[in-house]
T-cell receptor, first 120, second 110 residues
């Protein structure tokens, strides 16, 4: 079984300040790791993912996350946030190697979410 | 490519009724997953279909069921609705390890 813990339910920050949203996971098998963002009254948008390779992954809007296998963490960071980053962020894991051919997504296990509020 | 579409976007039902939600995946995607999102339980996995076969199922009662058609479109059905079934139901289609979520169907049970 897998589980995901997002260590902060709410993170308030001021605009242009750095931010870190923490995520720890537990799994008995190798996993894929994801961060999703959800704006009010919208669905989930993939922010970034770790499948394999470099442990540091980046998104196009300045977020980055680092996979730390020994600490089973996948924290999300941004050096300077904007008002428009205000949203709820979800960390998720899925098992890997379950589906042959790599064409399926598997089951995502989500954390409880972190509400990031950026103040002017 | 068009994104994942879900219909209807909003739905109001009463206890005891049944409901069917529809999801059209991105063209070429054969995997469709369903999730329930509530304030109390967060995002929970319902089931996943791949090429018309259910590959994985979450921990929900048998009132929740689904199916996938040959064109990869998927439906989920909830019978004998309960107040606690009020939620945002999200569908995701995926290919190559990346999933795309639809906007969801907001179900309210009165």
């Amino acid at each position: 079984a897998q589980s995901v813990t997002q260590l902060d339910s709410q993170v308030p920050v001021f605009e242009e300040a750095p931010v870190e949203l923490r995520c720890n996971y537990s799994s008995s098998v190798s996993v894929y790791l994801f961060w999703y963002v959800q704006y009010p009254n919208q669905g989930l948008q993939l922010l970034l993912k770790y499948l394999s390779g470099s442990t540091l992954v980046e998104s196009i809007n300045g977020f980055e996350a680092e996979f730390n296998k020994s600490q089973t963490s996948f924290h999300l960071r941004k050096p300077s946030v904007h008002i428009s980053d205000t949203a709820e962020y979800f960390c998720a894991v899925s098992d890997r190697g379950y589906y042959a051919g790599g064409t399926s997504y598997g089951k995502l296990t989500f954390g409880q979410g972190t509400i990031l509020t950026v103040h002017p | 490519k068009a994104g994942v579409t879900q219909t209807p976007r909003y739905l109001i039902k009463t206890r005891g009724q049944q409901v069917t939600l529809s999801c059209s995946p991105i063209s070429g995607h054969r995997s469709v997953s369903w999730y329930q999102q509530t304030p109390g339980q967060g995002l929970q996995f319902l089931f996943e279909y791949f090429s018309e076969t259910q590959r994985n199922k979450g921990n929900f009662p048998g009132r929740f069921s689904g199916r996938q058609f040959s064109n990869s479109r998927s439906e989920m059905n909830v019978s004998t609705l309960e107040l606690g079934d009020s939620a945002l139901y999200l569908c995701a289609s995926s290919s190559g390890g990346r999933g795309f979520f639809g906007p969801g169907t907001r179900l309210t049970v009165l």
